[in-house]
C-alpha cells in the first residue's frame, strides 16, 4: 500500500542517531521519543533528509529560535528535496516573511502585523462564530461523526478564504493544496520537485490575483497587491509567496490545534465535564491545549559552520525545531506531560518564539476558542467511539486527521 | 508594584493584553507596552504576576 499516509522510510530503531519525524512512532506519539532524547541526547542526529538535528529541551529550542546568525529560515519544512544554495531568493524566500532572514524579515513582516493585531481579528469572530455553528447545525441528528473532518477542518480553511477574499466553496481545494507541501515530505526527491513544479497551486492563486486585480475587494489579497516596500510595489513572487503562506501556515495549524483539543476533551471526560461546568477556565484551556498539543515543529537550515551544544554543525544540515518538544520540557513546565486545564502559569512555545513568533497567533486562538466555546455548546457530552481509528498527521505539523466521536445523551444546543 | 515590557524581548504573542488589559496596551503591530507608567493598581497585582508568568519571551519585568 503506498497511500499518502504510508511512510517512505525505513522505520526508525534509534531515536538518537536515525530519528525520522514521518516514522509511525512518532507520529502516533513522539513525546516518549523526545522525553527520552531530552534526557539521553538533548540534540539529536540523523542522516536522514541529508543530516538534520533535533533539539528537545526548551532551552536548547529558544537559542535556535533567537539565533538568526547561526540558523537561516530559508527553508523551513524537512524534505528529501533539500534546497540548493541558489535555490532560495535570499533574503526574501519564497514564501516571506516566514523564508526571510533579517534585515528583509522585518520590513516583510511588518507589512502584515497590522492585519493580524487583536483588533482586526476580533472583527472576524462573529464570521467564524457563525460557520462553527452552521458546522455544528449540519450534524444534528448523527449519533456519531467525524470531528476532525466535520469539524475542525473546515473551521480555518473558511476563515483564511474570507480573509484573502477567496470562494468559499474552493475551501477543499485548498486543503488538497497544502497536504501536498506539508505531509508529503518524505517521498522521493523527484516526485516532490514534480509536485512543486505542477504549478497547481500557483496557477490557483494567480487566478485569484487576477480578479483583484480586475476588481480590487477589502481584503487582504487587495491588500497585498496594493502594499508597497520602501515606496515600491511587492513584486508579484513576494504576494504570491505570501499568499501561500498564509493558506499553508494558517490551515493544517489550526485545524490540528482544534481536532487535538476536542480529542482531548473525547478522551478525557473529567476535563470535559470541568469546562462544561466551569466555562470561565476556557481561557487557561486553551492555552494549555496549545501548550500539549502544540501542533508546529518549525525548522532551520543551519546557515554557517559552527559547534552548537557540543555538535558539530555544518552549513546547509537541517535542524528540526519542535516547538511541542519544548513545551513538554519539565525543566521549564511542571507536570510537563499532564494536561492541567487551570495552569496559571504557562509560557509555551507553541507560536514559536523570537522573530519569526506565528504571525496568526491571534487568529488562531481565536478561532480554538470560538470553536471549542461553539463546540461545547451544542454538545457538552461526546466521546471517541473508536480510539484505534484516530489517525494522526505526519511531518511538522502534527494533529488528529479523523477523530470519530459519538454523540451522549446530554444535548443542548 | 510597576510591570514594564522590555521592547526587544516582546515579540507580539499578547498574552499580558489579553490577561490584564487594564495593564497592557498593544499597538498597530501588536507589539505590547505598560500602560501609562507601569504602576499597578491595589488589587491588580495577581493580573500583573499572571501577565509575567505567561510571557513565551519573557520579556515582563516587575519592580515593587
Redesign the interface.
Known amino acids: 500500500m503506498t497511500d499518502e499516509t504510508t511512510p517512505h522510510h525505513p522505520p526508525v530503531h534509534d531515536w538518537a542517531t536515525d530519528f525520522d519525524h514521518t516514522d509511525r512512532a512518532w507520529v502516533a506519539d513522539p513525546f516518549p521519543i523526545w522525553d527520552e532524547l531530552r534526557a539521553t541526547c538533548p540534540v539529536a542526529h540523523s542522516d536522514r533528509y541529508g543530516g538534520t538535528w533535533l533539539p528537545t529541551r526548551h532551552e536548547d529550542i529558544a537559542a535556535v529560535a533567537y539565533d538568526t546568525e547561526h540558523f537561516t529560515s530559508r527553508s523551513v519544512i524537512v524534505s528529501e528535496a533539500r534546497p540548493g544554495p541558489n535555490e532560495l531568493p535570499a533574503p526574501v524566500g519564497i514564501a516571506p516573511p516566514i523564508t526571510s532572514d533579517p534585515p528583509f524579515h522585518a520590513m516583510a513582516r511588518?507589512l502584515l502585523?497590522?492585519a493580524?493585531?487583536?483588533k482586526p481579528v476580533g472583527a472576524l469572530e462573529p464570521f467564524t462564530r457563525s460557520l462553527c455553528r452552521e458546522l455544528l447545525c449540519a450534524t444534528d441528528g448523527k449519533d456519531s461523526f467525524d470531528a476532525a473532518i466535520e469539524y475542525a477542518q473546515h473551521i480555518p480553511v473558511r476563515v483564511i478564504a474570507q480573509m484573502l477574499g477567496f470562494p468559499q466553496a474552493d475551501a477543499d481545494l485548498f486543503r488538497h493544496f497544502i497536504h501536498q507541501i506539508i505531509e508529503a515530505v518524505d517521498v522521493p526527491e523527484a516526485e516532490i520537485r514534480e509536485r512543486r513544479e505542477s504549478g497547481d497551486l500557483g496557477e490557483y492563486i494567480e487566478a485569484r490575483i487576477n480578479e483583484h486585480l480586475e476588481h480590487p475587494q477589502d481584503d487582504l489579497t487587495t491588500f497585498l497587491l496594493e502594499a508597497e516596500l520602501d515606496g515600491n510595489k511587492l513584486s508579484m513572487d513576494h504576494v504570491m509567496g505570501t499568499m501561500v503562506l498564509l493558506m499553508i501556515a494558517g490551515i493544517d495549524t489550526t485545524w490540528s490545534a482544534i481536532g487535538a483539543s476536542i480529542w482531548h476533551l473525547a478522551t478525557h471526560p473529567e476535563d470535559r465535564r470541568r469546562l462544561v461546568a466551569e466555562p470561565e477556565l476556557l481561557?487557561t484551556a486553551v492555552?494549555e491545549f496549545l501548550r500539549a498539543y502544540a501542533p508546529v515543529t518549525m525548522a532551520r537550515m543551519v546557515a554557517q559552520d559552527f559547534e552548537f551544544q557540543g555538535c558539530p554543525m555544518r552549513e546547509g544540515d537541517w535542524l528540526l525545531l519542535p516547538f511541542p518538544a519544548a513545551n513538554r520540557d519539565p525543566a521549564v513546565f511542571p507536570d510537563a506531560d499532564r494536561v492541567v486545564i487551570d495552569r496559571?502559569?504557562?509560557?509555551?512555545?507553541a507560536?514559536g518564539?523570537?522573530?519569526h513568533?506565528c504571525l496568526g497567533?491571534?487568529l488562531a486562538?481565536m478561532e480554538l476558542t470560538v470553536a471549542l466555546e461553539e463546540w461545547l455548546a451544542h454538545y457538552p457530552d461526546f466521546e471517541v467511539s473508536d480510539p484505534a481509528a484516530v489517525t494522526w498527521s505526519a511531518g511538522q505539523v502534527r494533529g488528529p486527521r479523523t477523530i470519530p466521536v459519538r454523540i451522549g445523551p446530554v444535548r443542548i444546543g | 508594584m510597576r510591570v514594564q515590557v522590555d521592547s526587544n524581548k516582546c515579540q507580539g504573542h499578547n498574552r499580558c493584553y489579553a490577561l490584564a488589559p487594564d495593564l497592557f496596551e498593544v499597538d498597530d503591530l501588536g507589539f505590547a507596552s505598560a500602560i501609562g507608567s507601569g504602576l499597578v493598581p491595589p488589587g491588580m497585582e495577581d493580573r500583573a504576576r499572571a501577565a509575567i508568568a505567561n510571557c513565551p519571551e519573557y520579556a515582563i519585568t516587575i519592580e515593587d
Do not use: K, V
Not at chain 1, 496559571?344 to 512555545?349: C, D, G, S, T
Open positions: 511588518r502585523l497590522p493580524f493585531a487583536p481561557p492555552e496559571l502559569e504557562n509560557r509555551h512555545a507560536f518564539l523570537g522573530i513568533r497567533s491571534n486562538r
